[in-house]
């Protein structure tokens, strides 16, 4: 069933061109619609801390989609063809956060299924960029000090990245272009192998290739965060060995807790911590599901959060919960056959309950004050909080920015 229609005031973007005119006019997902019931058990004085909690300190998504998805998730190519990535401005600034690591989705599938096109992704770049400078409250980061001028004035900072650096093929030089561009944080591969290394969905892991080690001494020496959210086992673990700076899994979880390739395994989430890594908890529909819980709630993305936390200690672990505004499922159906999304996801003889939502982690609006609600709950620290909201990934962009 598709989503309810945003009303033409939440098309927010883009206000500079005419909807229907200067693009087609695809109804989008309403922004504000909730199907999530999930509360934290607080008292009057618990509920008043998370408050202070996401207004004190620097909160940071390490990866999101903060934009609309299209109500019929039949018309995701079409919407993607258009480059255009309408975001949900008014909503992230009731959300909590001081930044989003934001990888705009019109660079997938773009002019053809397979996606990941040099011109797709320059030319979704620059109607990013376009967008953002007509948007009050908005700012690019391109260091850490612009996340901590927004936290001070304010707004909300955008940290542009790539979920794949297949679009680059065999140029290394593009890494610069796209630097310059405000890429701050690159995935190698995705689920498909390419130049760089193997991705998720290949049944033969060949690992980092030589050109992905240049690449990834590019990226070190430009000062572009590595992440190897979607890059196969082995390729996750040559570049965080290749790599001289600490690398970031953005988004994922732990295997230990869900038997999939999408997910983790001990030894990688060791490694990343080692290095000085930092583990973003995902929380996209039938991803981190656990044993415990495998109707995919809040709850399954805690059990991930606390498996995480003990392997790797709480300084290594943050929230990445890779949300959008609309049918993220309806969008997964869109996709899969282009992005290999079941293959990633395979659980084998492990069945677990599909859901139409994420109960409390639907959207970006509600991931973070639910995680604080969920953390004051379950009774941690607010160095702690401050810690796996945000600060983490400061430490970690401190390191790797300069």
Known sequence: ?????????????????????????????????????????????????????????????FHDHPQLLPADPAETFTYLRTKRDFTAFTELRGAGLTAVFD??????????????????????????????????????????????DAKRDGRIAFVLGTESAGAIENELDRIDVLYGFGIRQMGLVYADSNALGSGQKEPHDAGLTTFGRRAVERMNALGILIDVSHAS???????????????AITHAGARAVWPTPRMK????????????????????PHTTVSHDHTTHTIESVMDHFQYAVELMGIEHVAFGPDGFYGDHVGFHHATSANLGFSAMTNAGDHTYARVTHVDGMENPSENFRNVAG??????????DIKAVLGGNILRLLNEVWR
């Open 265 to 284: 395994p001990d030894d990688m989430l060791r490694a990343c911590a080692e290095r000085g890594g930092v583990l973003g908890i995902e929380a996209a």
């Open 103 to 148: 990888n705009p989705f019109g660079a997938i599938g773009a002019t053809t299924p397979s996606g990941w096109k040099w011109d797709d992704l320059i030319t979704t770049l620059g109607m990013r960029l376009a967008d953002l400078a007509h948007q009050d409250g908005a700012v690019i980061a391109r260091e850490v000090k612009d996340i901590l």
């Open 374 to 383: 969920w953390l004051v709950e379950h009774g941690y620290s607010d160095s």
């Open 233 to 247: 086992d082995q390729t996750c673990l040559d570049a965080i060995e290749a790599s001289t700076k600490p690398i």
């Open 1 to 61: 069933m598709p989503s309810p229609v945003a009303k033409p005031s939440d098309y927010e973007s883009f206000p500079y061109v005419e909807r229907g005119v200067d693009f087609p006019a695809i109804e989008l997902s309403d922004p504000s619609h909730r199907r999530s019931t999930y509360a934290a058990e607080l008292d009057e004085q618990q509920a008043a801390r998370v408050e202070r909690l996401l207004a004190e300190n620097v909160i940071i998504s």
